[in-house]
């Protein structure tokens, strides 16, 4: 680089031999720099763009996902009216097996009457059958006297004609 002389200092030549070198090795710098800047570039191009393409599909399905909440949702409100609506139907069904406990409870009784009324209308009907069965039998050796007769009055006449 320098020539070693007494003083040790560069002579103007050896400056400008300098000057030269560095200028060849600042453009050769110069256009590595250029190089890699290029490759940073085109690199840096690529991620953005797979950024962007996943930013795309990103929304993309978020946009499904929203209109599948959408039917979801809408479902869930048919859901909850007709929860409702069968939530009022157990209610009057509720009510309406209250009143026909009542209302058995009632006929349970009025059969326990009609029971007790059906027992006194047997003792009744045992009693009008004895009874019949006499009174049969105190009119049965009188009516058979009386048809006897009848029958002899009927033969009577029978001859004169």
Request: hydrophobic share 35%.
């Amino acid at each position: 680089m320098t020539n070693k002389s007494e003083n040790q200092f560069a002579t103007k030549g050896d400056l400008n031999k300098l000057e030269t070198k560095i200028g060849k090795n600042i453009r050769g710098f110069k256009d590595e720099m250029k190089t890699f800047m290029g490759v940073l570039y085109e690199k840096f191009d690529n991620e953005v763009k797979v950024v962007a393409e996943q930013y795309i599909d990103t929304n993309r399905n978020l946009v499904n996902i929203n209109k599948h909440l959408g039917h979801v949702d809408q479902r869930l409100d048919k859901l909850e009216i007709k929860t409702e609506v069968l939530m009022e139907t157990v209610a009057e069904l509720k009510e309406d097996m209250t009143v026909m406990k009542e209302d058995m409870t009632v006929m349970k009784e009025d059969m326990t009457v009609m029971k007790e009324d059906m027992t006194v209308m047997k003792e009744d009907m045992t009693v009008l059958k004895t009874d019949m069965k006499e009174v049969k039998e105190e009119l049965l050796p009188g009516a058979t006297r009386k048809i006897n007769k009848l029958e002899h009055r009927v033969t009577v006449l029978e001859s004169r004609a």
